[in-house]
């Protein structure tokens, strides 16, 4: 099961398009003076957390709303802390549990900027899996809505799905996989019951999990489609990460246009003679109904991220101009888009 309306951008450098921005990493920093953090206490395990209150008359700070991510190894946890970062959350995989509370008290530092934290805790980090109870009544006297998701499959499917990967269990040490299972099962147990969301995975595909992370958390708005639509040259070759690579080499070349050769497909004399030409209008048309359909089947598949290459011989005229009102339309079409011209300027 292993395995986040504008103009788009005319700058060489990739550019975000869309007037959302998430916040996946950043936690902003608190300004100086506006609010007073009461005293802190400090837990026998050394983190420092603070009690959450503020002094009279300054800001109160909004603390996050937290996920748990927790599960047995081979289960998908992974996929699952993947699908909530696509869905803006900020995600931490394997933090000792005592450090929780400093990652949300951080949170509420960040003036509202990380909003949903999900951290991924595991037998990797058994060493601090005792502070975990504790961490947790920690928050709970805090008022942190907090939720535990746990990923449960069956021993069959585990073994099955270790033997696929050719790797050892985390706990089985000298023994057999089957060990490492039946011991993280114990270590687990507790966990396991005080879960908020349990979801086997035993008969379930990558794709199948997402969904049921995405019914959980993403709300009444479907998760978005975020697109990078980039121009390139192909005589210095295909882009390795492109979903969907289109040729504009059917058109005419402003190359060969003495005045046009100098400029880019950012120009607007170079950008009109490459959409006049005939068919440029007519391709744009029904490669942005194309893309609908196919934006319509990777969201039912779970998939955020699309790239879209578009070549031409040098990655200077026609890509770069078919590139940026290729961009225009799926913005239009509320699809976050970013703009890369990868050769231009290479010549």
Same mark, same amino acid.
Not at 6 to 18: C, D, F, K, S
Not at 21 to 25: D, L, P, V, Y
Not at 214 to 234: C, I, K, N, W, Y
């Given at each position: 099961m292993t395995d986040h309306e504008?103009?788009?951008?005319?700058?060489?450098?990739?550019?975000?398009?869309?007037g959302r921005?998430? +916040?996946?990493?950043t936690t902003g920093e608190e300004e100086a003076g506006r609010r007073t953090a009461a005293p802190e206490r400090r837990q026998d395990n050394g983190a420092q957390v603070s009690t959450g209150k503020e002094t009279a008359? +300054?800001?109160?700070? #909004?603390i996050p709303e937290l996920v748990i991510i927790s599960? =047995?190894?081979? #289960?998908?946890r992974s996929t699952a802390a993947k699908c909530l970062e696509d869905l803006g959350w900020f995600v931490v995989d394997n933090l000792p549990p005592a450090l929780i509370p400093t990652m949300v008290e951080l949170g509420a530092r960040s003036q509202g900027n990380v909003a949903r934290i999900a951290v991924v805790v595991d037998v990797r980090g058994?060493?601090?899996f005792d502070n975990l109870r504790e961490s947790l009544a920690d928050l709970d006297a805090r008022g942190v809505t907090r939720r535990i998701v746990f990923l449960e499959s069956s021993d069959d499917a585990l073994v099955r799905r270790f033997e696929s990967v050719r790797r050892p269990h985390p706990l089985q040490g000298d023994g057999r996989i089957v060990d490492g299972i039946a011991a993280e099962r114990e270590l687990l147990r507790e966990l396991r019951g005080d879960a908020d969301l349990v979801i086997d995975t035993s008969s379930l595909n990558v794709h199948e999990l997402?969904?049921? =992370?995405? +019914?959980?958390?993403?709300?009444?708005?479907?998760?978005?489609?975020?697109?990078?639509?980039?121009?390139?040259?192909?005589?210095?070759?295909? /882009?390795?990460? #492109?979903?969907? !690579?289109?040729?504009?080499?059917?058109?005419?070349? /402003?190359?060969w246009v003495p005045e046009l050769r100098p400029f880019t497909g950012l120009n607007e004399e170079v950008s009109s003679y490459v959409l006049n030409q005939p068919g440029a209008k007519e391709f744009l048309d029904r490669y942005t109904e194309l893309l609908q359909m196919i934006a319509a089947g990777y969201r039912r598949e779970g998939k955020r991220y699309v790239t !879209?290459? !578009?070549?031409?011989t040098g990655g200077k005229h026609r890509s770069v101009a078919m590139s940026e009102r290729l961009a225009a339309r799926l913005v239009a079409e509320g699809v976050e888009t970013v703009v890369v011209h990868r050769d231009m300027g290479r010549e």
């Open positions: 504008a103009q788009p951008t005319t700058e060489h450098a990739a550019q975000p398009t869309a921005e998430q +916040a996946h990493g008359g +300054a800001h109160e700070a #909004a599960g =047995m190894s081979g #289960a998908g058994r060493r601090f997402r969904a049921k =992370m995405d +019914a959980q958390f993403a709300g009444e708005e479907e998760p978005a489609l975020r697109a990078t639509v980039m121009s390139f040259g192909f005589k210095y070759g295909l /882009p390795v990460d #492109a979903d969907l !690579v289109v040729d504009m080499r059917f058109l005419p070349n /402003p190359h !879209v290459a !578009v070549g031409c």
